[in-house]
């Protein structure tokens, strides 16, 4: 079995993401030690921001004109194509920045996307695989707060991976990250610390329901 797990957080020390996504591949682990995890950090190695563009101009592209760029933005795509399409299981632990996706995690979806065997024209080559999303926000957008609706990313990456890929996925969400780093949001601390031992619990079931056999 191999997990493919993905991380968008520009920081290591202190992220909140790759924390929590690290339980949910704690428990991975525990039903099945010694098997293969294949990482992607595009946080901290991120993607070009042209790529996409290039692998997708390449496409329309008669390969014999292609231009070295090009190509290899185009075996980018393939590789991280091959990455998806190995696996077994995924993980994904992607931060909400500046209230919208982050530009790492949606330059290595569009770069993907580029690839034939993503295109929209056929199936899915990864559906009906389990998968588990980690996001986390350092405030909180959730029902009834006077920020509702601020949170532009989960929902997409929620549409890509469920919809567009058809992955079984679970989604584990960490709010008030910024608790404690900002003094405006001191009064949010009990609250804070109550949700995020529910999103730790939650990454505990869902790493669990993740490694658990499939028929």
Known sequence: MTL???DASIRIEG???RAIADIVEQEWRVGHPGDTIVRRHVGTEPIAATTWGTAAFAGYTPEDQRT????EALRLAATLADELIAADAYLFAVPL????????FKTWVDTVLTDPRFGPTGPSPIAGRPAVLVTVQGGNYSAGTPREGWDHATGWMQRILADVWNLDLDVVEAPFTLVGVNPALDEFKDLAAGLRADADALATKHGQALAAPRS
């Open 4 to 6: 493919f797990r993905l």
């Open 15 to 17: 992220s909140h993401s």
């Open 68 to 71: 070295n760029e090009q190509r």
């Open 97 to 104: 920045y500046n209230f919208g996706v982050s530009q790492h």
